[in-house]
Each structure stands twice: as C-alpha cells, then as structure tokens.
C-alpha cells in the first residue's frame, strides 16, 4: 500500500483499477527495407486493426455521448479507407523502399501542410487535425505501443493522467470513469469544475509519481481529503468501504432541501443557482433543486462541435434551457474561448500566456460576426423563459459599453423583423481585478455582476489556477481576495445592484459564512454542491455573520486567520 496526497478537486470517494492515460512514444527510425512487399502487408494490417478499433469507438460513442460526437469516428475510417492516400503510401515504400512507419508519417505530413496553408478554410484545417490523430493510431500499431484512449475504457476504472483538458474530461462516461488523478490542474481548473459537474471523485496536483501507478494498480481516490491509496491493504479498503457508506448516506439525507427555497435561520434568502455547461448539467441542476442558473458556460457548446456552432442550433439549446427553467432566472455567458479552453478550429496562434491574452469578450469584439450570431440566438430564445446575458472578462467601461451597442444593435435588428423578444438584463463577470477595482462606476451601467472568483482569485494572487507548484498562493481566503470580493458587494448594494457570484467559491462551505455575512445575492454553483449549501445557509444567522465578514476584512492578516474566524463564527451559530 501507498499513500499519496494532492488537492481534494470533486468530493466522493471510489476504488476501482488504474487506467493511466499517457502519450505514448510513437518516435521511429527511417529504415530502408528491403521487401516493399512485406512493409506493405504490415502497413494494411495496423490500418485494418485501426479501422476496426475505431468502429468500436464510434459505436461506443454513440450509444454513450450521441451521433454528434460519434461523428468525428466516422471522418477518421473515411480518412482511411481514401484509396489515394493509401496509393501514395504504397507508392512510396515500394519506389523509395522505405519503412510503413516513415511513408505513413512522409504522406500525412504533406496532407496536413497543404490544409495548413488553406488558412480561410476552417474546415478543411480540422480534416488536418483528422489526419494527424488517424495517423498515431495507424504508427501505434506499426509500433506496437498501444494508444490509451478513453472511449475503448469499457470497465470501472480510475483515470491516472498528467494533465487532462477540459475536452479529454468530456468524453469520459461516468459509468466506467470512477474516479480522477492528475498531477496538474488546481481545484478551479476547467477538468476540476466539469468532474465536480459529472460528480466524478477526483484529487489533482498529485504529489507523487503518476509512474508509480501502474495499469490495472487498484486505486482509492478520496476527492473529500485529497488522499490516493495505491494498492490498499484488506483494512484499508473496508476501512474505504465504510466510508463510501457513510458519505452516500449523508447525501441522501440532503434530499429534503432539494424542493425548498434557501433560508437563513433569521430568514434572509439568498439564492443559490447551478453553473451549467451542457443540456446533461440542466438536468443535474433542476434534480439538485437550483433555484436558477447562475452561469451557462456557452462556450461548452463551441468546443463540443467541429466547427462554429450556427445560430439555429445555439437557439435550440437556450431556449430549451430557459422553458426547462420554467420562469426561473437563467444567466447565459457569452463565449469564454481561450485560457485552458481552446477552440482547434478558430487555430488561433499559440500564446506564452493565454490565461491573460486573446480571450473571452476581447474575442467576442475582435471577431464580432461569431459575438453577433450568438447574440441574435440568444435574444430569439428570451422570449421563451427568464433569460440573462452576462460577458466574461470585462476589464474596463469601454469594453462593456461596446458590447452592450453590439447586443442592442442585433436586438433592434430582431425586433424590426418581428421576431419576439423578452426582456433581458445584462451584466458582467467581475473577474479581472480592475472591473472588480472600479465596480461602482460598472454599478451605474450595468443590471447585475457575478463575481468571478476562480479567475479573480488568480489574478489578485499572480497564481496560475492551474499551477501545483504554487497553488498554495491560489488563496480563497486570503483578506486581500476577500476585501476586494467586499467592496464590489457593496458598490453594487450602494446602487441597487444585485451582486452574484458564480466562481467556485460561491459553492466553499468555509466561504459562504462569508459571503453570507456580505449580503451576496446569489451563490451558484455545481449542482452537486447545492444541497450541502443551503443546508448550511439554513444553520446561519445572517447578522453573525456581517460580523464574521467584517472581521475577515479589517481584522485578519492571513488565510490561516480567516478560517479560524470562520470556524469560531460556525461554532457559535
Ligand atoms: C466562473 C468563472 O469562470 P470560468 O471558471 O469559466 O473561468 C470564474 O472565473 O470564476
Ligand atoms: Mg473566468
């Protein structure tokens, strides 16, 4: 038995076989051979094992995800079935007796230059990308390295991984991915958030050795300690069991507060909200009582597609979201592209610091067609529910104001073609520290701010939300975080303002004493932590709790204090 420690990312706990999700190394040796016929038998064989692998993924996927994404499948057996690609190939080993490996690698790189160049054709720069991943799996085969590949994951398993994008995350089917650990990635990493969303256990920023874990090791993952156990002992599995057990039972005790309104014990109510990002998240939220949702991250819909999703299919989702929320208020976000979320298709150049470059809203203004068509789809389905529009990363005034011209302009544009439109109230993130610096000017121009406190929290700190090796510095609770989290609370209420908050912090049981004590309107969050919250709202007194926040702010000079303000105050209510 071994035991590791990382960051708790998603609570839970499970115990299944490691499955360890690596590149693999698929260099090779340019050889000149001496049988073209035999190269070319073993070239048809990796690409016949490869077609019928692939066969099975997009049966898998389509049964598991949806014809959409079992889509991509079909293009790659396409790919491999062309007969002028393999001619070329052939052609090559036998004239320039060369090995599979290198004709295969020499083709498709010369496929994927002239894509490359054809650089107003989004679509046919995704075939490159197609060529590029049929072309792995064919070398694994040729090589004898096996692919690791999520969607052939047909057992319960514990996914072992460096770093996972929030794309790798997707196709997981939580029936077989048990549980996560990676050694990148903090607690609001995208990966991070969407495992908490598909409440899969998870511990990232692994202090350990990820080779340590061996394929088919069994693993325990605690995602409410943070602790890995590779290869437990008989006592330390029951011992695992037992607390399986007992967290499932807590849970289903929390059931009672999924149909009722959020209530401090002096009856305040604050609201709390789901974050959502997909159809399957709606569902997740309304089954965990959300009394809205406070943050759609569209951009999910963007990087589930090939290429740009059209208006008509973005109408259909918002507005099935908004008639599923019945009235209740739904806060859609614009397109968040870029930072740790990458669009292949828009192949945007490479940035040494994406999280602080050509992203979100600064996105939406320089490519304002895609800003406008999202807009227009978004203004369609307001008629249909109680629908809000928020935009992500607004820095300064100007920003938010040309937005705004921008959403105005395409409303009146609608409006003018008799199309019908509700009303909707728009607002912002408050994520960047100099929205948050300036939120009484922003108060007098906008209906609502949502506090942005995974991005906020970075960006206060310098600490990459990301980052393992300083994710000590990423402080939640730091006074400094929390003073500025204050002053925009207040700035909005010395307006009228409402003030949201749709960071994760806004779902920390040790932050929401807080944030109650700082009279936040909204808390949304992931569905599954909604139940814990407003079971803990139902236990505070919110005037303590002014009292608590004013501590944290005047008196506190670190996190360490902070918390122990908090535990007093807990103790106390
Ligand atoms: C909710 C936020 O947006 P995202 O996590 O998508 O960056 C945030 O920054 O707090
Ligand atoms: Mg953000």
């Given amino acids: 038995m071994t035991k590791f420690k990382g960051i708790a990312a998603s609570d839970g706990i499970a115990i299944a076989s490691a499955f360890r999700l690596t590149e693999p190394d698929l260099s090779f040796d340019k050889k000149t051979i001496k049988n073209p016929d035999t190269e070319i038998d073993r070239l048809n064989q990796a690409i016949e094992i490869s077609k019928q692998e692939l066969r099975t993924i997009q049966q898998r996927t389509f049964k598991d995800l949806g014809r959409h994404e079992a889509e991509v499948f079909k293009a790659h057996i396409a790919i491999l079935s062309d007969p002028e690609l393999l001619k070329r190939i052939e052609s090559m080993i036998k004239t320039q007796h060369v090995n599979a490996e290198y004709a295969l690698k020499d083709v498709s790189d010369s496929y994927v230059k002239i894509f490359n160049s054809m650089t107003d054709n989004d679509y046919i720069k995704q075939r490159s990308t197609d060529i590029n991943d049929v072309t792995k799996r064919v070398l694994s085969h040729l090589l004898g390295v096996p692919l690791t590949d999520p969607a052939l994951i047909d057992h319960k398993v514990i996914i072992i991984a460096h770093d996972l994008t929030p794309s790798d995350t997707a196709q997981f089917v939580p029936n077989y991915v048990k549980g996560i650990v990676s050694d990148m990635g903090g607690r609001t990493s995208h990966s991070a958030i969407m495992s908490r969303t598909m409440e899969i256990p998870a511990v990232v920023g692994f202090q350990g050795s990820l080779a340590d874990i061996k394929d088919g090791d069994q693993v325990i993952v605690d995602g409410l300690t943070g602790n890995v156990i590779v290869k437990p002992s008989n006592d330390e599995k029951n011992e695992y069991v037992e607390k399986i057990k007992k967290y499932r039972q807590a849970n289903s005790q929390l059931t009672s507060f999924r149909n009722v ?7 305040k109510h604050p609201i709390i909200a789901a974050n959502i990002g997909t159809l399957d998240d709606l569902q997740a939220a309304i089954d965990n009582g959300a009394e809205g949702i406070g943050l759609f991250r569209t951009e999910f819909l963007y990087m589930d597609s090939d290429e740009l999703p059209s208006e008509q299919s973005q109408f259909d989702i918002y507005k099935t979201v908004v008639q599923r929320m019945a009235g209740k208020p739904v806060i859609f976000r614009t397109a968040d592209i870029g930072g740790d979320k990458e669009l292949p298709y828009l192949h945007t150049p490479h940035e040494a610091n994406p999280f602080l470059g050509y992203r979100a809203i600064r996105m939406s203004l320089d490519q304002p067609d895609i800003f406008r068509t999202q807009l227009r789809a978004l ?47 728009i607002g912002i993130m408050v994520e960047v520290p100099a929205a948050a610096l300036l939120a009484d000017q922003f108060a007098n121009v906008v209906d609502f701010m949502s506090i942005g406190t995974n991005d906020l929290i970075q960006y206060v700190m310098a600490a990459d939300r990301g980052n393992r090796r300083i994710s000590y ?12 989290i204050k002053s925009v609370i207040d700035a909005c209420h010395d307006n009228g303002t409402p003030a949201y908050m749709c960071g994760e912090m806004a779902g920390d049981q040790k932050a929401i004493p807080i944030l109650v004590g700082m009279g936040l309107n909204e808390f949304s969050m992931s569905a599954t932590s909604i139940l814990k919250s407003r079971a803990l709202i139902k236990e505070l007194d919110s005037r303590e709790m002014v009292t608590l926040a004013n501590k944290t702010v005047s008196l506190a000079s670190t996190s360490q204090q902070v918390l122990k303000y908090v535990h007093q105050a807990l103790g106390k209510s």
Avoid: C, W
Avoid at 473 to 484: A, I, K
């Fill in 261 to 267: 309104a959020t209530t401090s014990s002096d009856g």
């Fill in 379 to 425: 203004i369609r389905a307001s008629a249909y529910g109680n629908l809000s529009i928020m935009f992500p990363m607004i820095a300064t005034i100007t920003e938010f104001e040309h937005a705004k011209r921008i959403f105005e302009d395409e409303r009146a544009k609608l409006i003018a073609q008799d199309v019908a439109v509700g009303d909707i109230r």
């Fill in 473 to 484: 510095l990423y402080q939640p609770y730091n006074p400094s975080v929390l003073r500025l």
